[in-house]
């Protein structure tokens, strides 16, 4: 937001709620001229969170335009009194054993059996504390919905085509190349995009009758989902990979989509053996060229690099580009070298092709099982046809785990938090730095690391930008902040919410579907809400939906009426980055600006929901709770993985102060969090996670149950 930017209100205090409802989203209350002072960071210095985006960064995707908030925040708290005596509760009714943890921390989280967050704030009688959860999850709404959309209307074609173009063109070679080692390569990959095809749609494309045992044999490897050696590249692959989860298991399609395109991502044409055996990787890198030979061939007036294009570059924008070498990297040493597809039966040449290409980059994230006699990012490298993507959490926890931190077997979600610098994460995890000799070395490393990162690094996709938006929930200087956010209680609170909006982040799922709400009466007594005052966050968020919006509608992949909610709630977060600055500089806020606080849990709830048919085709039951679980690290050696979850939302009461240091009791709702190991054959969708909250047989992590004002139900 620049410094001369002012928020307009639009209409009188007297326009009725009614109307008001239907513009709230589309205004912006009053902000005045502020002061260009940035508040204390309260970060560990040298650490990525402490850095800032200041100026117009352009992609190849998207413009991202930071609105850099300015401000001095200078609240003198007032002291809450012995029973909450000066506290105007505002109609607002709590059990007695609430108000010793209010008095103490000025907040308190009460677990709830609510399977939405937006449950309350369809009340209008309640006065409003708007959290930052609340706006993060509406972001992961929209974020979640438009990829669905791409994949059930795009990537899910356009892959199918791409496979079946591909293994036309291999089996019309089978007929031109007869060397022994062309037809041993060219069976192989048949086999390869047959398994594909099979996934995406068994019904349409029957394995040929020249790969139909080799093929079967791996298709029953994937059904197994459990280790076993591929009988196609002959490396041990992890088939539990291909449990259908996250927003995959919402419709058959989406099904059929997970299985194939994670084939295509997991399955490497490898330069050399896992152990560094030099026949296999002339074998499989054979396999890769006479793959990419058939590229060129066209369907529809479209090549195979066509087809691989739309399918590859929308989703770096989402979440990355690959980790592994790519079919255009591989195509281009190929025509560098002037080599033909006849010389790809000379071991030699193919053998000097291994040669150049080992000085490509190699992958930082091993997600093979190979021994650790092994460097993993040698042996592993090599060619994917849509290689799974370089994200920096699952980096972070390659780094400190065994091999480079010797014995330890599986990371935890404060590890990505610590190295981006939260001071509490740190504190934490001092038990691993007394525990395993390399672990603070290795922390160190990274924080070095990621802190040389430039804004190109940070805005480079979506993904790293939802990272880089959760920054200022690190900050533990709440100087000039309301007295519960100095609460030591109120840190854990917001790492809380950043780790749950991680979660969501790796789920990359949450739709909600056609939502009641309750009927709006006449306009109600002016109710004192509050917005959780984290502007930093706020306007990353306007700036993270804008460059989304940008970059989808440029290209013509996502509807109007999707486009539209973008809009609006960028519109939202301005607002919230506005009325946050307004309360940290102790500035009286309007009657108008104190109706939009408690209308925008609606406006959320309504940019949330969708009531038209057309988005049917992409949601299903597991939509209508906000819970979602992921799996995000794979331990081979106890054969566990470590999932992280979002569960029923808390509600959350907090004493907040107007300018004049007048207390008032108002009324949210936050994340809730998860954090365990599970067995690799049981990875959770989200149905089943839904089932193991019902029974209460996960408990959050002890951390938070110890620090946190929480209130059990019973």
Do not use: C
Not at 115 to 124: A, C, G, M, V
Not at 125 to 137: C, G
Not at 176 to 191: G, M, R, V
Not at 351 to 364: H, N, Q
Request: hydrophobic share 35%; proline share 4%.
């Amino acid at each position: 937001m620049s410094n001369n930017k002012f928020f307009q209100i639009i209409g009188g205090s007297s326009i009725a709620i009614a109307i008001f409802l239907l513009t709230v989203i589309f205004f912006n209350p009053l902000s005045p001229l502020l002061p260009i002072i940035s508040p204390n960071s309260g970060l560990l210095p040298n650490t990525a969170s402490n850095h800032k985006i200041n100026t117009k960064v352009i992609t190849s995707f998207a413009e991202y335009n930071p609105l850099n908030p300015s401000f001095t925040a200078q609240i003198v708290s007032s002291s809450i009194q012995t029973g909450l005596s000066n506290v105007d509760f505002q109609g607002l009714s709590i059990p007695s054993n609430y108000y010793s943890y209010l008095e103490e921390h000025g907040f308190v989280l009460v677990e709830s059996d609510s399977k939405q967050i937006y449950t309350f704030y369809s009340d209008t009688d309640t006065p409003k504390y708007i959290t930052t959860d609340i706006a993060l999850h509406a972001f992961h709404v929209l974020f979640d919905l438009s990829l669905r959309i791409l994949e059930t209307n795009h990537f899910y074609y356009n892959f199918e085509s791409l496979l079946y173009l591909l293994r036309t063109d291999q089996r019309s070679l089978l007929n031109t190349l007869s060397e022994s080692s062309f037809q041993d390569a060219l069976l192989k990959n048949i086999a390869y995009l047959s398994v594909m095809l099979h996934l995406i749609d068994p019904g349409s494309y029957p394995i040929p009758y020249e790969v139909q045992a080799l093929t079967q044999a791996e298709i029953d490897n994937i059904n197994s989902q459990t280790f076993g050696f591929s009988s196609i590249f002959g490396y041990k692959e992890d088939y539990s990979q291909y449990i259908v989860r996250g927003h995959y298991t919402r419709t058959d399609l989406l099904e059929k989509y997970f299985q194939s395109m994670m084939y295509a991502g997991r399955m490497s044409f490898l330069l050399q053996g896992l152990e560094g055996e030099v026949d296999i990787g002339i074998d499989q890198t054979r396999m890769a060229l006479l793959l990419l030979s058939s590229f060129n061939s066209t369907t529809n007036n479209e090549s195979g690099w066509d087809l691989w294009n739309k399918i590859y570059n929308p989703t770096v924008f989402y979440v990355g580009t690959s980790d592994d070498l790519t079919p255009k990297e591989y195509h281009t040493l190929w025509s560098d070298l002037d080599i033909t597809l006849e010389d790809l039966s000379d071991d030699i040449i193919v053998l000097d092709f291994i040669t150049k290409a080992k000085s490509f980059r190699k992958p930082k994230i091993n997600s093979m099982i190979i021994s650790d006699q092994y460097e993993a990012e040698n042996v592993t490298q090599g060619f994917r046809l849509m290689g799974q993507r370089f994200i920096p959490d699952s980096y972070i926890f390659q780094q400190l785990v065994h091999t480079k931190v010797k014995d330890r077997l599986m990371p935890t979600a404060l590890d990505v938090f610590s190295v981006f610098g939260s001071p509490r994460a740190e504190e934490l995890l001092l038990i691993e730095n007394q525990t395993y000799h390399d672990y603070n070395g290795q922390i160190q490393k990274l924080r070095e690391e990621f802190n040389n990162l430039t804004d190109q690094d940070w805005t480079q996709n979506l993904y790293w930008l939802w990272v880089y938006t959760l920054f200022p929930l690190l900050k533990t200087d709440m100087s000039g902040y309301p007295g519960y956010m100095n609460s030591p209680s109120w840190v854990d609170k917001s790492l809380m919410t950043a780790l749950s909006s991680w979660v969501e982040l790796r789920h990359d799922t949450i739709l909600y579907a056609k939502q009641s709400y309750t009927q709006w009466k006449s306009v109600p007594p002016l109710l004192k809400g509050y917005v959780e005052p984290y502007p930093d966050l706020y306007s990353r968020l306007s700036s993270l939906v804008k460059m989304m919006k940008s970059g989808l509608e440029s290209r013509g992949l996502i509807d109007g009426k999707l486009l539209d909610k973008m809009s609006r709630l960028s519109y939202v977060y301005d607002n919230l980055t506005a009325l946050s600055i307004k309360e940290l500089t102790n500035q009286a806020l309007t009657e108008e600006e104190y109706r939009y606080i408690n209308d925008i849990g609606t406006a959320f709830a309504r940019l949330a929901s969708f009531d038209n048919t057309e988005y049917e085709n992409i949601i299903g039951d597991e939509d209508s709770r906000m819970a979602v679980v992921a799996d995000v690290h794979t331990d081979p050696n106890r054969m566990k993985v470590l999932q992280v979850a979002t569960g029923n939302p808390y509600i959350i009461y907090v004493i907040v102060q107007d300018n004049i240091g007048n207390l008032y009791l108002t009324k949210g709702a936050t994340y809730s969090y998860y954090e365990f190991t599970n067995d690799i054959s049981t990875r959770l969708t989200d149905g089943t996670w839904h089932d193991l909250l019902e029974s209460n047989q996960i408990p959050i992590p002890g951390w938070l149950s110890e620090s946190l004002p929480l209130i059990f139900s019973t």
